[in-house]
């Protein structure tokens, strides 16, 4: 009975526990670095914690996350409660079939259940949002709550349940009075533990939710890619922190009451009851502290609303603020990661977004699938007026007669790589292919993107559909597989500024932006040519706000706003007018912000596939991505 | 009486800094019951489980027929245990329960199919073999709990409250059980228990322990004929312990009436402690007796009366057959030999082993 | 409690709505969509498609990474379980502390710090540089995402086992001790057998989210390594093929299934 811990076991334990802590320590060093990219430490501050009062945005998912996790946890716990007490006066044979089906969903793999709830809610023709969402906790929390409150049930006897009857007492109060004290610690920890189980959910959420609905997981997935704000490790901080005071203190009380108990086993019970009181309301003046805080965004609701589904970074927040106050439109804004996802989205929900920024291929496939809408032209002044002429002319490339899109951003594609690292020139997308950069290659993780790089090498169209051409650039892109550390999109420009890789397909729009902050990196476009791309605006055919969408379009072709957005994005503007606003010379005569026209004419456009060469693309992109 | 083969010398173990055993010594005879009776955490446990292996002791040695064996294994001595709450292992069945010593120690498959045939037997549960421990009674696990323990032969037997956990009359069953078992197996049996029945039922020779010190050791008749002390006689069954003055030898006076004993050497006009069994009061008709009193409470058990008379303010237990029914005007009378005294307690330690914490 | 089944239905009632509608038929949805094509009629296509080599290999990655994940979390665990067991570290409060409190840190955000810890010239590196030892190379490779999965799932391994081991009297070992089992020999036939049910249940909650993870693997293995996970839920969200993911979800569930018989068969085991 020497239970002295021995020190292998002490050392042991310690780097279990290390492993448990380091990333969370790490979030919160992160929460205080001054630079936002994670890559760098940029000196301490307090600037995020700041930040998050106003970050609308953040602080709205942290309420959608509490009040989705709050209500789950009530109603499952509620239902999950009646069904254990009712199942336990139950044949054994009924019982146990009936816990098989509620373990179903805690067993099962939470992308099936997301899948499957996912499919149903399309099925009903449920607009996915908040109700869908709760209605998805509610059924992965009630196996947790049954299955703490069921065993606890078994044990309790019915005896002093009917000798509250046999004194007289009506059913139900017989049950608060005698069952339900004899269950509350089951109850408690169950609850506990859905409750745990639905703030950490991200899987179930992720294929449950709708547009412009976002708990704190699904929000931070949507940003991992590109990096994460930090505002969102300062709110984590702070989570985390409460919680663990609050833990601390609960487990000391425990230890005191457990004193008090010993001591005084008559007289004690009161105290211990005022001890848990404490616990209990240190509990809940938390949680008012966390949902007050993130309030603020929820009750402010507008009547007016437009939905806006843009690329991940692509717009200066402050844009939105001002569009906002100008106009009293509540803009329920939301990124997507790529163009396909962003046409899958909606496919399957049309009336999901109001307005769209998808890029010019997807945007001469949404046309051609009827999934657009027709500008109303003499509604956007602006449009007209200072979006230039030429941009117009080569976006007939993808929408013909100029009736859907209105150009937000061009540029181009091509290699972004660190001086430092390579001591060659760079010319040809040859480079990529070359093993002596074996795991410092960041590719695009996009279809078309990877796919011109390839096709591009070989000197075979950017837009080939023939499947030969298509079948030498897959087995270029395998053979390439290996020396590619990793195939992202906007995290690109976090990575090569921080060093980890020496070359990366990107953006010229992300050139500008990363050339400040890494002054060893350089944007070339390769001789074989590449990619000259245009966003454009475009709205949904099934687009319910089409008034405010309209506006949103114009309020971005104001040539200050334009401006501003594009100091902030570093994406190239097709409006003239800001163009020539650009103060700093350097930027304004910018070869990569504006390339000239002979390296203009080495560039294509992407025009859409047709759907065979989609099904094509696809399947090849699904061989690259699992050969390595 | 028969060879030594356990003894232990200069015990001592304590746990967090609170002393469990303080110098303990004792002896244990070849085949013979002992038992270890005492409340609970006045070391009997500990004692049993430095025995077997499973406590090291702080201080002194274990010696096991002639050998030092305080720091061998558990696994290396020649003893087993019978665990309270029996502690068989719920993923095997009752052979290979039973089995598991001997697979442990490579016996042949036949060997081993014999002893479990063998064991069975003894515990009175043929056919048994492929079910699970937790398809069994009580009774029925504790027997196989012996049954594991006495195929591996062991020299002694060690047996930690195992018949807690059962209802009285299945206890009462296998208390007989035990002896018979004890007599076919001619083993040492090592008995711990808090019930004073039991060990008086069973055991050759009993050691009685209070707060990790020996009370009194000897035959169940020694112990609850003469206890030594009045923590022993308080303990052992019911009685009335009263403070009384030895006047002389073989004359004691007990709530200021003096009474003819049969103890002698305690000096005179010494404070002593007596003890009188409750079967040892006799109620005599008012002014036949000693002490007079009046019957205060009454009520029938079966064998005898049990009684509570106020007598020289003091209240007595008496068992009598013959009743008396309550307002009873009676005498107490006792017979000299039925007079026990004892020494009062001599210093502050003594007294703390004494009877106000038993 | 409730004599009259009648009643017991009553108040059950909102819950067998609940599992029927919100568990039973969503999973026919799947049934349905994934043995059907997009005009709906009968096909088998959208489950052979897991023999295209692309999926079967994802699938087999998979299995094999969820395969390490749990027995190196298991390896990790026990002797987690057997300490805190032995040092009585039952006053539930530590336990949860320590392996229930990361759970508030946002798993997504929680993985997303071993990006940073990770990376070639993250902190892990920064350390082993600091040391003068060799840097590793870890980031975008199956062997982050093991880390990962390990790191995610760690606790679901720990709190069975230890919950098995913490339940096994004392005297159970003692007893083995007794008959003459040496410690190895104890452990191997009397402590390890006795925890086999926490284990499974252990095994099961370990293995099943890392089989059929895709966020762990997105975003440890910089999108470079497809696992099953990933192959469906790009099939809804970016190839927008809803039969063939509900397809390959069904082959997945076959696995799950499998795992939940075994679990089920040895829980019976123990109960008897």
Known sequence: MNRKTNPVEKIYMGIIFLFMYAPIVTLIVLSFNKSKSRAKWGGFTFQWYLNLVQDSEVLNAMANTLIIALIATIVSTVIGTAASVALTGMKRRTRSLIMGVTNIPMINADIVTGISLMLLFKVLHFDAGFITVLIAHITFDIPYVMLSVLPRMKTISPSVYEAALDLGAEPFFAFRRTILPDLAPAIISGSLMAFTMSIDDFIITYFTKGSGFDTLSTKIYSEVKRGIRPEIYALSAIIFVAVLILLLLSDRMKLQSGKLASRARAGGNEKIKKIGGIVALAGVSLAIILMALAFGGVFSKKSTQVFVYNAGEYIDPEVIELFQKETGIEVVYDEFESNEIMYAKIASDGAAYDVLCPSDYMIAKMISNDMLMKLDWPELPNAQNYIGRQYYESAQAFDPSNEYAVPYCWGTVGILYNREMVHESVNSWDILWNPKYKGEILMQDSIRDAFMVALARRGYSINSVDPDEINTATADLIEQAPLVQAYVIDQVRDKMIGNEAALGVIYSGEAIYTRRENENLEYVIPDEGSNVWIDGWVISRDARNIENALAWIDFLCRPEIALMNFEYITYSTPNLAAQEMIEDEEIRNSKVAFPDDETLSRCDTYVSLGEEGDRLYNEAWKKVKSAD | ?358 | MFRDSRKAGAVASPYFAWALIFILVPLAMILYYGLTDPSGSLTLANIIAIAQPEHTKSLLLALELAIISTVICFLLAYPLGMILAKNKMSSQGLITTIFILPMWMNFLLRTFSWMTLLENHGVLNGILEFLHLPTIHVINTPAAIVIGMVYNFLPFMIMPIYNSLAKIDDNVINAARDLGANAVQTFLRVTLPLTVPGIISGVTMVFIPALTTFAISTMLGGSKILLIGNVIEQEFTLTYDWHLGSGLSIVLMIFIVVNMVVSAVSEKKDES
Request: hydrophobic share 40%; aromatic share 6%.
């Open chain 2, 1 to 358: 009486m028969s060879k030594e083969l356990i003894s232990l010398s200069h015990i001592s173990k304590s746990y967090d800094g609170q002393l469990i055993l303080d110098d303990l010594n004792l002896v244990i005879h070849e085949n013979e019951f002992m038992t270890l009776l005492g409340p609970s955490g006045c070391g009997k446990t500990t004692t049993l489980r430095i025995i077997g292996g499973f406590e090291t002791p702080d201080q002194g040695k274990v010696i096991f027929d002639g050998q030092d064996i305080t720091a061998l294994a558990p696994n290396k001595r020649q003893l087993n245990t019978v665990f309270q709450k029996y502690a068989l292992f719920t993923h095997m069945d009752i052979a290979d329960n039973i089995a598991f010593g001997l697979r442990i120690k490579n016996k042949t498959d036949q060997y081993i199919k014999d002893k479990i045939q063998y064991a069975l037997k003894l515990v009175n549960l043929e056919g048994y073999e492929h079910r699970m421990p937790d398809s069994l009674s009580g009774g029925q696990q504790q027997r196989i709990a012996i049954a594991r323990a006495i195929v591996n032969e062991p020299k002694v037997l060690l047996l930690d409250e195992p018949l807690g956990a059962l209802d009285l009359k299945l206890r009462q069953d296998m208390q007989y059980e035990l002896i018979r078992l004890k007599k076919e197996l001619g083993i040492t049996f090592i008995y711990v228990t808090h019930d004073q029945e039991e060990a008086l039922t069973m055991s050759d020779h009993i050691v009685v322990m209070n707060q990790g010190y020996i009370q009194q050791e000897g035959t169940p008749e020694d112990i609850y004929n003469e206890p030594e002390n009045a923590f022993v006689a308080d303990f052992i069954g019911d009685s009335n312990i009263i403070t009384a003055t030895m006047v002389k030898d073989e004359l004691v006076r007990i709530l200021g009436h003096e009474f003819p004993c049969v103890d002698k050497g305690f000096g005179t006009e010494k404070p002593v402690d007596v003890v009188i069994r409750p079967e040892d009061v006799e109620l005599v008709p008012r002014g036949q007796g000693a002490i007079p009193g009046v019957v205060s409470h009454i009520i029938f058990k079966g064998v005898h009366y049990e009684m509570e008379v106020q007598a020289g303010g003091f209240e007595w237990l008496v068992h009598s057959t013959k009743e008396s029914p309550v307002g009873t005007e009676v005498d107490i009378r006792v017979d000299p030999f039925n007079i026990q005294v004892m020494n009062k307690p001599a210093s502050e330690d003594e007294q703390a082993l004494g009877v106000e914490e038993a």
